[in-house]
């Protein structure tokens, strides 16, 4: 892809058509003397009608509040940006907040739609042939060069040492959890109180919600993931539970007894107001620092967050050599290859009594 200053200047063929090469400039003026949350409007007009979910919400106000504080450090009011501010915004979040490839794209495409709102409608001057969103979505590379690049190869004692350097209770469960459990961070952030089953008594004295899920009534010690069909934010096409084994039941244990007593659903809880996390890149800044001494090498990638995952699929599969099948259900997967065409994958089946002892006796050991 051609590098920014290698592009050709198109100012040149917009003057030749009396063309505007920033066209919402002028409107700045007027839309500064307007005392309306413009965006505020969009979410009461448009996304309320609808019934959205309280995470829905959430997420749209996190991206408005993101792009209204980086265009006020542009100087530009943000009803009024050209596709180079849509490209530094994503580059901003990307480099600076360490935000995923699809965190950028639902943030810029939850903008665009109120872009789009604002064309559709009689009450605001944005021409309806130019859309700043859309050129920039054309004419730049979303996801970092890192993602091209392969992580470093950890062994199972380099993980070791990055956990037990750590001191802190709650972001040791974040570094332990995810290559234990291959989960994703949207999933992390979604256990449910519920959805953990603990054999520990005063533990379950003091949280009498946990093990209720319906899956979990046959289990103990394990913790149920539930699809993207039953929990909003989850990405898996299965539900699966997995067992917990005696590392990840230390830490949670120690985690759950400085966890703040309050009346919120979520395993997880905000240092600062106490409810759901709601951002993955808080778990990526945790997984960053700890794992800077890796960071700093140009010819890997970073690892954050995915890197769970990735070496949870890896271990299992290629190190330990477990049938495809059970890896599938143990990471929320469809069961059997699609692109096989095999008609015996239709039939293909895992279930948590296939993969409990295989998972306890092979598990990984970090502590």
């Not at 009024?80 to 639902?106: M, Q, W, Y």
């Not at 209770?169 to 959890?177: A, N, P, V």
């Not at 477990?322 to 096989?340: F, H, I, N």
Request: with cysteine; net charge negative.
């Amino acid at each position: 892809m051609a590098s920014q200053d290698q592009t050709h200047d198109l100012g040149e063929v917009a003057e030749a058509f009396g063309r505007q090469t920033d066209p919402l400039r002028r409107y700045e003026s007027e839309f500064a003397d307007v005392d309306i949350d413009l965006f505020q409007a969009y979410i009461e007009r448009v996304l309320l009608p609808k019934d959205p979910s309280e995470s829905t919400l959430k997420n749209y106000r996190h991206a408005f509040d993101q792009w209204k504080a980086f265009m006020l450090d542009q100087g530009r009011h943000p009803a009024c940006p050209n596709e180079k501010h849509i490209k530094e915004f994503v580059a901003h979040l990307r480099d600076e907040r360490g935000n995923s490839k699809n965190t950028i794209e639902h943030k810029r495409d939850n903008l665009d739609r109120v872009y789009e709102w604002w064309q559709d409608h009689y009450a605001f001057p944005h021409p309806s042939d130019y859309n700043p969103f859309n050129i920039a979505k054309r004419e730049m590379k979303l996801a970092d060069d890192t993602d091209d690049k392969e992580y470093p190869h950890l062994t199972e004692k380099d993980i070791s040492e990055i956990i037990c350097d750590c001191t802190n209770i709650r972001e040791r469960l974040f570094l332990i959890w995810l290559p234990k459990l291959g989960m994703r961070v949207g999933e992390f952030l979604n256990i449910r109180l519920e959805d953990i089953s603990l054999s520990h008594s005063q533990i379950r004295d003091c949280y009498p919600e946990l093990g209720t899920a319906p899956p979990l009534s046959d289990y103990e010690n394990c913790i149920y993931v539930p699809s993207k069909h039953e929990r909003e934010g989850n990405k898996s096409s299965k539900p699966r539970v997995l067992p917990l084994d005696d590392e990840l039941r230390q830490v949670l244990l120690q985690y759950l007894t400085i966890r703040p007593r309050v009346n919120v659903p979520w395993l997880l809880l905000s240092q600062r107001t106490n409810g759901k996390i709601d951002r993955g890149d808080r778990i990526n800044n945790i997984w960053k620092e700890h794992f800077q001494e890796y960071n700093q090498m140009d010819r890997y990638r970073t690892i954050t967050t995915h890197y769970g995952r990735h070496y949870f699929t890896r271990y299992w599969k290629i190190q330990e050599d477990v049938p495809r099948e059970l890896v599938q259900y143990m990471r929320g997967d469809k069961l059997g290859d699609a692109k096989s065409g095999d008609s015996i994958d239709d039939y293909l089946a895992a279930y948590y009594e296939d993969i409990e002892s295989l998972y306890l006796n092979r598990v990984p050991k970090f502590l």
